[in-house]
C-alpha cells in the first residue's frame, strides 16, 4: 500500500474521531481501538504510555478552569471534560497506530514520486523535499546523540537532578554541541552531493519509486465510502 494511501487512511479516521458528539459513538470506536491495542500491545503500548499519564492532568485541569474561572456546574464540566479527554486519548491511539505502520522516509518518497510525474523543473520544490529527507535522516542520530549524552551522565555518576529546571538547564549546556555535531554531518553529506554531481539535473530523479497503483485509487475511495457508513451508523 501507498504511504500516502495510508496517511489519507488515518486522517480519514481522525475526522471522523473530531466529529464525534455522543458517549455512545466515543463507546464504538473505543472497542475498535482497544481491540487493536491489545492485539499489537508490545507495538503500541511504549508509544503511547508516556501520553496516558498526561490524560488525567488534562482532564483536572480543564475541570478546574471551567469550574474555578467559569463558575459551569461540576456534573456538565466533568462529563464534558470526561468526554474531551476519552476523545483526546483515542485521537493518540490513531496517531500511534500510524506511526507503527507508517514511514515519514517513505512518504517524502511517494511524494517525490508523484512529483517527478509532473515533470517540473521547479529547483525550490526539489530543495524542498531534499530539506524533509535531511530532517528525517537526522533526527533519529540525534536522538542516539541524546541518549548517548544521558547514558555517559549516568555512567560517570552525574546526575542532572529530579527538578524540571535542572534537567532543562543539563538540555540546554548539551545542545550547541549536539547541534554543532550535526551540523558538521550535514556539511560532510553537502560536499559529498556536490562531489557526486547531485542536484544538477531538474527534475532529480527517484531511486526506488513508490508508484501509486490502481490499488491504491480503489483503496482511496472506497474506504471513505465505507468509513462514512460506518460512521452514520455509530452516531445514530
Known amino acids: 500500500m ?7 487512511i488515518f486522517i480519514i479516521i481522525l475526522i471522523g474521531l473530531l466529529s464525534l458528539e455522543s458517549w455512545q459513538s466515543l463507546s464504538i470506536y473505543g472497542i475498535i481501538f482497544l481491540t487493536i491495542l491489545f492485539i499489537y500491545r508490545r507495538q503500541i503500548w511504549p508509544r503511547i504510555k508516556g501520553f496516558i499519564t498526561f490524560l488525567p492532568l488534562m482532564f483536572v485541569i480543564y475541570s478546574a478552569i471551567s469550574i474555578g ?9 466533568f462529563a464534558q471534560a470526561g468526554f474531551i479527554t476519552v476523545k483526546f486519548g483515542w485521537m493518540i491511539l490513531v496517531m500511534a497506530f500510524y506511526l507503527e505502520w507508517g514511514s515519514s ?13 509532473f515533470n517540473k523543473r521547479w529547483e525550490k520544490v526539489e530543495n524542498g523535499f531534499l530539506f524533509l529527507a535531511l530532517i528525517l535522516r ?13 547514558q555517559s551522565d549516568k555512567a560517570l ?3 542532572p537532578g529530579k527538578s524540571l529546571r535542572k534537567r532543562i538547564k543539563r538540555m540546554i549546556d548539551y545542545l550547541p554541541g549536539m547541534i554543532f555535531a550535526q551540523y558538521r554531518r550535514a556539511d560532510d553529506i553537502s560536499h559529498l552531493m ?3 554531481g547531485y542536484g544538477k539535473a531538474i527534475p532529480r530523479t527517484v531511486a526506488r519509486p513508490i508508484n501509486w497503483t490502481w490499488q491504491d485509487s480503489s483503496i482511496s475511495i472506497v474506504f471513505p465510502i465505507i468509513f462514512m457508513g460506518f460512521h452514520f451508523v455509530a452516531t445514530i
Do not use: C, E
Open 69 to 77: 474561572i467559569l463558575g459551569n456546574p461540576a456534573f456538565t464540566v
Open 157 to 159: 555518576g552525574i546526575s
Open 194 to 196: 556536490i562531489l557526486r
Open 2 to 8: 501507498n504511504p500516502l494511501t495510508k496517511i489519507w
Open 138 to 150: 537526522f533526527y533519529p542520530s540525534f536522538q542516539l546523540d541524546w541518549q548517548h549524552y544521558t
Open 105 to 117: 522516509a517513505k512518504i517524502i518518497v511517494a511524494l517525490r514520486t508523484v512529483w517527478m510525474k
